[in-house]
């Protein structure tokens, strides 16, 4: 079994950011950290890899700093780890990135002589939380895609996997080679040990360049291809405090919250 898991490099999102003067956000002493969805992801992949023979190998677009967390990737999961870094990549949307993705998969596999059976990706990136993605890629690789997956399990060239939706969860089947996006499953990706961690530092990250990708449509990629563009960007409304009602009674207090409501024509 050979699987890849797309991750992306995000802003720490247990830390509250706000804008900078310029209307940017004001990352300076915010961590970098892998995408909480690819995480799932990761885990996902790393299971099924245990429960059969096979790599998982992991590859994130994003600049040099990026290396940081595919090493983490190694230490709880993957086999092989690839940085895709080019100024020429630089402010790529989601159709770049996803075009840039499918000539790295297509070269990996030329260079392993190995398809992948799966490619993994988290359902959206916590940054952005566009969750167009892995349905992008699936478009350009010209494969099926399954969303929002919680479990998955692979028999030979059939994929079945349990989906999340709005009314519950269902079971969808798909042929491999197949991609699928990842929600939170019901366990929580693991930690990596301190042999894992020193044997992860030990393991070789691949580069990977504009001039190593052949069939690269070059005019998706780049901010000045970019078909969505950011044009302003506004941190959200803060809640306002409320009101605590704490009269002599349960009743009383029932009867002021009523007649507060009716005052603030909520009914």
Known sequence: MNILVCIKQVP????????????TPDLANVTPVVNAFDTYALEMAARLKESSEGEVTVVCVGEDSAKNSLKNCLAVGADHAFLV???????????????????????LEADNGQKFDLVFCGKEATDAALGQGGLMLAEELG????TNITEIALDGDKVTAKQETEEGYRTVEASAPCVVTVTKP????????????????????????EADLADLEKEKVGESNAKV???????????????????????DSAIKAVAMMADAKVF
Do not use: C, W
């Open 12 to 23: 720490d999102d247990s830390v509250e950011i706000h804008l900078n003067a310029e209307g």
């Open 85 to 107: 870094s080019d100024d020429a990549f630089k402010g790529s949307d989601t159709t770049g990135i996803a075009n840039i993705l499918k000539n790295v998969i297509a070269k």
């Open 143 to 146: 494969t099926s895609v399954i």
């Open 186 to 209: 019901e366990y929580d990706p693991r930690y990596p040990t301190i042999k894992n961690k020193m044997a992860a530092r030990k393991k070789p990250i691949g580069d990977i360049k």
């Open 229 to 251: 563009q950011i044009v302003k960007l506004y941190e959200p409304a803060k809640k306002e405090a409320g009101i605590k009602i704490q009269e002599e009674t349960p009743e």
